[in-house]
């Protein structure tokens, strides 16, 4: 058995090859806690993020958007179980992660702590929060941890057809009557700053983010992706005819990137501590869907036990 100086030695190398840490390996234990704070809270996020968009899957306006909503509030559901599963290669089980949430020990992302007022809003989150989501998740394709990178491809394929969905209802409704454009632009003029906030403090207060950067679990600092977002966002706006809700907003030709004017940091505040418009509504919903499918998982482990026992008896 290697000793400890040697295992930690073995892993700063495979770090600094760009390698991948894979679940058998050794790893420092705040390795190991960093990735499944985030990745639960990446989970949690999917699972919980289903809730203001499931809310207009029965008020979708037509066959075609009923049923593309689905799929997309489907491919939610799966992204929370890849990365419950890549979780668990951590040694902790989904039950755990679920009671931490359920607790208020865990969080999820405070953007789905905002309601949805119209049809707009479906538009408003696929382009711009499933739009952060993408910027924030490609660069964790490259994470140092190997089942965490791995998931990551699938749900970056998935987010950016939810991107393009969510473009193509903002660009219908832009280029519709000018009540369906002044929904559009509502929807824009509320989901823009919170989807600001989804990359979290400015660089000089993000507490986790230099020891992230240096396990290679980050890759781009909160700023470098925020920015990354607005540099691709300020065309597309333009493309849909809408307004960007930030008068400072300009194209920085020294820097080669735009300047954004600054972000409400108080209101960011306020939402992650449980004041936002819908935290108590979303969690409440969150244990109420889990208590009412207790009976499935108890299905589910009395059919694993009466499958192990024929198969027992079998051999
Ligand atoms: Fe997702
Ligand atoms: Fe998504």
Known sequence: MPETAELAERFEATLAA?????????MPEGYRTTLIRQIAQHAHSEVIGMQPEGNWISRAPSLKRKAILVAKVQDEAGHGLYLYSAAETLGVSRAELTDLLHDGQQKYSSIFNYPTLTWADVGAIGWLVDGAAITNQIPLCRCSYGPYARAMVRVCKEESFHQRQGYEILYTLSHGSSRQKAMAQDALDRWYWPSLMMFGPPDAESTHSARSMAWRIKRLSNDELRQRFVDMIVPQAEALGLTL?????????ERGHYDHGPIDWEEFTRVLRGHGPCNAARMEHKRRAHAEGAWVRDAAVAYAAKRSVEAVSVA
């Open 245 to 253: 809700p930030d008068p400072q907003l300009t194209w920085n030709a």
């Open 18 to 26: 760009d390698q991948r840490i894979e679940p058998r390996d050794w």
